[in-house]
């Protein structure tokens, strides 16, 4: 006998799905994203990889410093969730680190995600809370979420010297996982003299010595960050990276900008509306040698509005956080040619940020 399904008899179409799996899903969406971040606050996987040997709850509870009711229930959805492995030995369950949970959820891996999950937990949640807010008024969220101004996007972001180490953090996660693919989008070995503007910790600078034995990368920041950069996150072995000195105040709209053959901007020009990015880009080129580029690492988005739904996300959390936006190619390439740049191409990476090239021709 032949399967049945509900039709609606009013149109002569199949009645919609009783049970809306994906819109559940993503109702629940939130609760994933906190429960990885609470295990990693706690310190769940960062126990398991020290142990080197799977532990019952009862071991994780007393070594995380939480109640065995409350560690079972959070290490029963990690498991649910495959960062945990699970095996049952005479009679009590077992748990260990998945591969992926060592790599990206330990705070000692060189490939840790930990401070990314933190900033996203304690910092930008708090900012969606008010998306609707934000969407209302076409303004970020800053003042409501934080009780701070945020005219400045930076000034928000740095409203503390403990915020700006924990954006500091974040973002040389992120360069963890994605910094490669991004400075080797595009050959940049014709390109000697670097400057990366807004570099902050100096982690995608790294990249770029890595991937060019023969460049020097001069990081532009703002004094404070520099500070933390300069005692926390660079070592000797650095000796090709360096940072703008002088009596310069680090803001890259006021202050000079050092000479150079190729000006990387990651994750800046998607903080700014149209009008600041084509300032800051056209002031980019006056200070760039002829036949120098710009290199833009942003998150990109299709120009037929599809996707990626990264780079969609992404474009929403500008507007709860900053005066920008996520854009397409063309749209980039728009800013760019606006600033005196042409020759532009872009690359799409297939990992949360691609690259954006534009040349400054004789």
């Known amino acids: 006998m032949s399967e049945r399904k509900e039709v609606d008899t009013a149109e ?6 009783t049970y809306p799996k994906k819109i559940m899903e993503y109702m629940e969406g939130f609760l994933i994203s906190k429960v990885v971040s609470a295990s990693c606050e706690l310190g769940v ?13 009862e071991e994780i509870s007393e070594a995380v410093g939480a109640s065995l009711d409350g560690t079972q229930r959070l290490l029963a959805a990690c498991a649910g969730l495959e960062l945990l492995s699970t095996q049952q030995v005479n009679g009590r369950v077992l748990y260990g680190n998945t ?10 891996s060189p490939s840790s995600l930990y401070e990314s999950i933190h900033y996203s937990s304690r910092t930008l949640y708090l900012c969606w809370h008010y998306l609707t807010d934000a969407v209302r008024e076409g303004k970020n969220q800053y003042e409501r979420a934080f009780g701070h101004s945020a005219k400045d996007p930076f000034d928000a972001l740095y409203r503390s ?33 670097i400057c990366d503007i807004g570099g902050c910790s100096g982690a995608l600078a790294k990249h770029c010595t890595s991937a060019y034995p023969e460049c020097t990368v001069t990081i532009f920041d703002l004094p404070k960050v520099v500070h933390v950069a300069r005692e926390h996150f660079l070592t000797k072995a650095d000796q090709r990276i360096n ?38 880009l056209s002031k980019v080129y006056k200070a760039c040698e002829t036949g120098g580029a710009v290199l833009l690492v942003e998150a990109l988005l299709y120009d037929d509005g599809s996707g990626p739904l990264t780079a969609q996300l992404f474009s929403l959390n500008m507007l709860v956080q900053t005066e920008g936006r996520e854009r397409t190619p063309s749209q980039y390439a728009a800013l760019l040619e606006a600033a005196g740049f042409s020759n532009i191409q872009h690359r799409f990476t297939g990992k949360s940020y691609d690259a954006v090239l534009g040349y400054k021709q004789a």
């Open 12 to 17: 002569g179409k199949p009645a919609a799905d």
């Open 45 to 57: 996987f960062d126990v398991l990889l020290a142990a080197e040997r799977p532990l019952s709850a």
């Open 99 to 108: 591969e992926q949970a060592s790599v990206y959820l330990t705070r000692s």
């Open 161 to 193: 010297d403990e915020d700006m180490r924990k954006f500091i953090l974040f973002m040389s996660s992120i360069w963890n996982i994605c910094g490669k693919d991004v400075v080797t989008a595009f050959d940049l070995s014709p390109f000697k003299v």
């Open 243 to 280: 940072f703008h000195e002088g009596n310069i105040i680090g803001d890259f709209f006021k202050d000079p900008l050092p000479v150079a053959n190729l000006y990387i901007l990651a994750r800046i020009i998607h903080d700014w509306t149209e009008q600041r990015c084509v300032e800051l």
